[in-house]
């Protein structure tokens, strides 16, 4: 018989003509080989560049599609000191400019911020230095004012805030209507910044002219941020007890006040005419909205337009009042059909006359506190300082205010801004996306309660999701610009040259390049979903 | 008991493939392979098979997704054909260097171009050099047959091994065949157990760079198991005879002539059919000629072609394949084992078929009535 000995090796497990090592292959430096480097280069979401807080959204949804609502939590407080509020008012501008509405529909970011808000309602805020001397006034509640108030109190200043009414929110609480933004939530959300950041919350607390030098005097800064209170009405108005503005109307709806007369017409396209419109037909009112213009064209959230016509509120659009006629205890309007000249718009042919109870004015707002406006010095925040705007712009505001305020301070270094603003790259676009990777799935459904159920109270319309199915929801996050961890560049890596630490706290830290091994072949940048890695020169 | 039944050639491969239970199968279709992997495909997703089907982007992925799957100590499977064959060119060199056991069947077509689907055995023939086992078949029963052996002698060599059938002429005809039981199959070719293969928990480095001592050295080990591949292979085949009763051998005579016949004809592959046809209108006519065919091509059986040989004044060496500019391919292989004798026969050089030639036995008859008229030096074109 043949002796077949390699044969009888490999059947014993000793044969030696096998090409395998138990060395390992690094000490072959491939790295020396590379032109190319990929590095980690985190990028601006789209979401984040819209919104004007800049919420780092793609890292947010993260946590809260892993389940760590609290981290999440964390990180949406880091930029938005109201997210329950914001997560019911505010239009979303990120939603509108996300990704995945050129895959399938934008993630529902509005939705989990409110889950998440609502969760914080009864999670104290955290502080991010220990108190110091410096102490800090504040003129107004509203939200510039409560964005300035956290801002500077978590860098451990000591705010005082002043606010005029019985109690605090200014155009949160007197100006948006509960159905929209429930009192509870609202209450329960500023009791939480004020408790935990110690700040001395003086109601009924009117800042006079000559309030201003001792305020001065006494505090190190003081910023102004009374809001735009009191609608302007036209000029050509008659003075009379039948014609109101709409943000008096909606304080007193919100301060529970009777509301006298049956027949209401207002004049303007913006959020306060609906607000105002739909608050009164919730007390049995009857309300018609004039506008001048098209619905297309009102100011208006678009979703705030849809709602109201479900609601059954009458819009009519291109129509102008041409003559008002005072009859003492009603008035009398002559309603034109408008029509365009160059930029104006003037009556043209006239449609009808219409009596009415009251009239009331949502064409826009001014400051109740003019003399403010006097002293150049004074640092401004919110509506009183840009104009109407809306309330994430109004906490944007500020927190400006308050940077600024620590900057002086020296609390902050100048250049502090967050890197995302100061990151001048544009954000992420759809294109730069490896959709391979993505399925496609509509977002979720959010209940509402239907038009029946809310037409005669100011029960809150958006029901919301648990914060189980919202998971969900934010499992959509394309993450754009944002590195998750995924592993993808990881599994293609040709030469087992990137590592993956998941548990680094460090974003940069978590991919880890080894450069000795790296042949800078790019596959690793060019399968990443997100766009994270880039390829630089190494020479 | 084994079953008959009435299959293409290409479900026979297919139902070889599935008693031997791979793990894991990868590959990409081609005419006219592609009905082998439609078969298993379809064994799989009805769950007659349990097997991991990857699907592929190209046949280079096929083969290198079965080098994967190997590597890891599963029995893999994969087919291709002729551009298909050509492209996995590179990682067959590799896979052999691997030193990991696979069988691989390919339906022989020709190459390209001008284009061409039909038989040839250019494809395979031309990747005699990879290091590879090659086997080439006769009938479907043999390749079902082949396929088993294949695995049981790949897996003890860590050598892989491609079998051939003939496109077309096997792939798409019926035939009357047995098929063995699991049982059967099972007594004879044992799960395989891999002697290294990957595993997170004990890393090695498969395939690292060699330096030039130990690659020589390795080539060396590689070369001495071919040639104890001969020995295996041989007693592979008895087992099989004995447990299967079909009996298979590296070379076989197909058809014995008069005693004092001085001419062979030899062939390998399914013209083997035909020319059993032809040397019987021969013998009845009064030419005797002894036929062969040759199964296996790598490792080259000298010693038994020699033995076959030995005695013979002329060798017809018909061929599907050709390495242009010497000739036959097929005839290559036999003058330079020939060689060794110290006599040796007049080898006519055959080019009788590429791209689908028909070959009828009337043209082996005529070529053998005409053998005084052929060339002994240079390639014969008909």
Known sequence: MIKLKHIEAIRNGDFTGLPISNTSTAVNMTGSWKFFRPTLKPKKSPCLEACPLHILIADYMQEFAAGNHLNALEILRENNPLPAVTGRVCPHFCQSACNRTDFDEAVLIGDIERALGDLGLTQPYSMESQECQEKAAIIGSGPAGLAAAVFLARSGVKVTIFEQS????????????????????????????????????????????????????????????????????????????????????????????????????????????????????????????IYRRTIDEMPAYPDEIIEAQSEGL???????????????????????????????????????????????????????GDFLNCNPELLKAGDFAHGAASVAEALASGRKAAETTLRKFGRLPDDSITDQETQNLPPITFAALHL???????????????????????????????????????????????????????????????????????????????????????????VCPRGVIEMEEDL | MEKPAILLGSEAVAHGVKLCRPQVISAYPITPQTHIIETLS????????????????????????????????????????????????EILHWYAGARLPLVLVNANRALGGPWNIWSDQSDSFSQRDTGWLQIYCETSQEA?????????????????????????????????????????????????????????????????????????????????????????????????AQKFNRHYDVIMHCQEGDK???????????????????????????????????????????????????????????????????????????????????EHPIVNDVMISLGGKEVFPETIVKIVNDREQLSATEPNWL
């Open chain 1, 314 to 368: 009458l819009l009519r659009e291109e129509t102008v009042i041409e003559e008002i006629i005072d009859n003492g205890r009603d008035l009398s309007l002559n309603l034109h059909r408008s029509r365009k000249n160059g930029d104006r718009i003037e009556a043209g042919d006239f449609i009808e006359t219409i009596t009415t109870d009251f009239l009331i004015a949502a064409t826009g707002q001014e400051s109740s």
């Open chain 1, 166 to 289: 019985e109690a605090p929110g200014g155009l949160l609480r007197y100006g948006i209507p509960a159905y929209r933004l429930p009192r509870r939530i609202l209450e329960k959300e500023i009791k939480n910044i004020v408790e935990s950041y110690s700040i001395d919350l003086r109601c009924n607390h009117k800042i006079k002219s000559t309030d201003l030098d001792n305020l001065r005097k006494e505090y190190d800064a003081v910023i102004a941020a009374p809001g735009l209170t009191q609608s302007s009405i036209p000029e050509t108005w008659p003075e009379t007890p039948t014609v109101k503005g709409a943000l008096e109307l909606l304080a007193a709806i919100s301060r529970d006040e009777p509301i006298p007369g049956q027949d209401f017409v207002i004049i303007g396209g913006g959020n306060a005419a609906l607000d105002t419109a739909r608050s009164l037909k919730r007390l049995g009112k009857t309300v018609q909205i």
């Open chain 2, 260 to 342: 004092d016949s001085d001419t062979a004809v030899i062939c390998c592959g399914a013209m083997t059919g035909t020319a059993r046809v032809a040397s019987e209108m021969l013998n009845e006519n009064g030419t005797s000629v002894d036929l062969f065919k040759l199964r296996l091509l790598r490792p080259f059986p000298k010693t038994a072609l020699i033995t076959a040989l030995k005695n013979k004044k002329r060798v017809i060496v018909l061929n599907r394949a050709c390495s242009y500019g010497v000739g036959g391919t097929l005839s290559q292989e036999i003058r330079t084992a020939l060689y060794d004798l110290p």
């Open chain 2, 42 to 89: 379809e064994m799989v997703d009805s769950g007659e098979l349990k097997s991991q089907y990857i699907k592929v982007e190209s046949e280079m992925s096929a083969i290198a997704a079965v080098l994967g799957s190997v590597s890891a100590g599963s029995r893999s499977f994969t087919a291709s054909s002729s551009q298909g064959l050509a492209m996995m060119h």
């Open chain 1, 436 to 526: 391979n990777y993505y399925s496609k799935k509509p977002a979720l459904k959010i209940p509402q309660l239907d038009e029946q159920t809310r037409s005669d109270n100011f029960s809150e319309i958006h029901l919301g999701l648990s914060l189980e199915q919202l998971e969900i929801e934010a499992e959509r996050c394309f993450h754009c610009g944002s590195c998750t961890t995924c592993g993808i560049c990881w599994f293609f890596c040709p030469d087992v040259a990137i590592a993956i630490n998941r548990e680094s706290d460090n974003a940069e830290s978590q991919i880890l390049f080894d450069y000795d091994h790296c042949k800078g072949c790019g596959q690793c940048a060019e």
């Open chain 2, 144 to 240: 079902l047959d082949t396929i088993i052996m294949a695995y049981k002698a790949s897996e003890q060599l860590m050598l892989p091994i491609m079998v051939m059938i003939d496109g077309f002429i096997l792939s798409h005809t019926m035939e009357r065949l047995m098929i063995p039981t699991p049982k059967m199959v099972d007594d004879f070719l044992p799960p395989y157990k891999a002697p290294y293969q990957l595993d997170p928990e004990n890393p090695l480095t498969f395939g690292a760079g060699a330096h030039p001592d130990l690659f020589y050295e390795l080539k060396k080990a590689y070369s001495e198991t071919m040639t104890e591949a001969l020995t295996l292979i041989d007693q592979c085949q008895a087992e099989f």
